[in-house]
């Protein structure tokens, strides 16, 4: 099964202003796919619109290659799985998986094999009789699941279903929507504003924000060619460094007290945003030569964060081994960065990268 979105736009009725524009994309048969945003840019409504709850202002919905836009959700072949698991309280388990079949002219020896299976993939066969309120928010999570599967539907739409997990429990349960997905050969489309979740689950994952689609990818890619700074910013932790620079000929200046060499590459604009891994920056410890100061230390474990700032100006962050011994007030040397992205000021677009080669990972950072 493949959904294809072709320029969807959604305006609400009385508003005049949209809340998507032109969303276009092709999301492929058994692909773990992930829209991620941040609060009200419009993820619920898009996946709404996929599942016809919600109607489509302009553009074309295609489902197997088939116009979708005004079928009823019943003829979609989609499930959906939400955030508040839309149990019915005064069914059991059981009776809540096998729900959406009794509609369907299934047979009851039909229907109990379904939710059999079903029940058994999640692992809550021995909790069968039980009511919602009996079990634990991982369980009802998991009833949700298995009403999904039981429907044997191709497609599984699911907006936010962790978010009412604590975090262990979130984490166990994305490894096992991994494994289900991968076994039962599912579409899922899943809708997060967690890029931690949109990391570590998607094959591809859309990136929406200000009403559009900001950049479509793999997880790898998305971290390590991001197309503009809103998608550099979104994805890692602590987040990448967006510091603000002069172009002086063959060289990006901060603060007047950081240089970068552009090597093989020229920028025509004056003045542009670097963006640089708070990892890939490398810091000796001591006032000879320093170009920056210590704020804070965040003690991480293996590593530490370390907040600096340029000149008393521009503040940013480095990623250190925590053997490092540094303290607030402490002044430090840049002394090498490792690669680093160059955004346009005012479009925030990518103008170009910086990669280190295998040889010369290293770009020198020269200070004043
Ligand atoms: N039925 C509706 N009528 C009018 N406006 C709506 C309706 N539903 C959502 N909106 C508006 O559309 C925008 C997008 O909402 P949507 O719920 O799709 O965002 P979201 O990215 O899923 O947000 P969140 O992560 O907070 O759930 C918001 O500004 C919201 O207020």
């Known amino acids: 099964m493949t959904i294809t979105l072709e320029q969807l736009s959604k305006t609400y009725e009385g508003s005049n202003q949209p809340v998507l524009k032109d969303v276009a994309v092709q999301i492929n048969d058994g692909e773990f796919f992930v829209i991620v945003g941040p609060s009200g840019c419009g993820k619920s409504t898009l996946l709404r619109m996929i599942a016809g709850l919600t109607s489509i202002s302009s553009g074309r919905l295609l489902i197997n290659g088939k116009v979708a836009n005004q079928m009823p959700?019943?003829?979609?072949?989609?499930?959906?799985?939400?955030?508040?698991?839309?149990?019915?309280?005064?069914?059991?388990?059981?009776?809540?998986?096998?729900?959406?079949?009794?509609?369907?002219?299934?047979?009851?020896?039909?229907?109990?094999?379904?939710?059999?299976?079903?029940?058994?993939?999640?692992?809550?066969?021995?909790?069968?009789?039980?009511?919602?309120?009996?079990?634990?928010?991982?369980?009802?999570?998991?009833?949700?699941?298995?009403?999904?599967?039981?429907?044997?539907?191709?497609?599984?739409?699911?907006?936010?279903?962790?978010?009412?997990?604590?975090?262990?429990?979130?984490?166990?349960?994305?490894?096992?929507?991994?494994?289900?997905?991968?076994?039962?050969?599912?579409?899922?489309?899943?809708?997060?504003?967690?890029?931690?979740?949109?990391?570590?689950?998607?094959?591809?994952?859309?990136?929406?924000?200000?009403?559009?689609?900001?950049?479509?990818?793999?997880?790898?890619?998305?971290?390590?060619?991001?197309?503009?700074?809103?998608?550099?910013?979104?994805?890692?932790?602590?987040?990448?460094?967006?510091?603000?620079?002069?172009?002086?000929?063959?060289?990006?200046?901060?603060?007047?007290?950081?240089?970068?060499?552009?090597?093989?590459?020229?920028l025509n604009d004056s003045k542009v945003l670097v963006g640089i891994r708070p990892a890939d920056i490398q810091i000796k410890v001591g006032p000879q030569q320093a170009n920056a100061r210590v704020v804070t230390v965040s003690y991480l474990g293996d590593q530490s964060v370390i907040t600096a700032v340029l000149n008393d100006s521009q503040r940013f962050r480095i990623v250190a081994d925590s053997q490092l011994q540094v303290a607030a007030d402490d002044l430090i040397r840049i002394v090498g960065v490792k690669e680093f992205d160059v955004f346009d000021m005012n479009s925030k677009e990518l103008i170009a990268s910086q990669r280190g080669d295998v040889n010369d990972a290293t770009v020198a950072a020269t200070e004043f």
């Open 73 to 266: 959700p019943k003829d979609r072949n989609l499930s959906m799985v939400f955030q508040s698991y839309a149990l019915f309280p005064f069914m059991t388990v059981a009776e809540n998986v096998g729900f959406g079949l009794k509609s369907r002219q299934l047979s009851a020896t039909e229907i109990e094999h379904r939710v059999d299976d079903a029940l058994a993939m999640v692992s809550l066969s021995e909790l069968r009789d039980r009511k919602p309120k009996e079990l634990s928010g991982g369980q009802r999570q998991r009833v949700a699941l298995a009403r999904a599967i039981a429907s044997e539907a191709k497609i599984c739409l699911m907006d936010e279903p962790l978010s009412n997990l604590d975090a262990q429990l979130r984490a166990k349960m994305r490894v096992e929507l991994k494994q289900l997905q991968r076994s039962l050969g599912l579409t899922v489309i899943y809708v997060t504003h967690d890029q931690v979740e949109a990391m570590t689950m998607a094959d591809r994952v859309l990136v929406l924000n200000d009403k559009k689609v900001q950049q479509v990818d793999t997880p790898v890619n998305l971290y390590q060619h991001p197309q503009n700074a809103f998608v550099a910013q979104f994805f890692g932790t602590p987040q990448i460094n967006l510091l603000k620079a002069d172009v002086v000929g063959h060289d990006l200046i901060v603060d007047s007290v950081l240089r970068l060499p552009l090597i093989q590459m020229r």
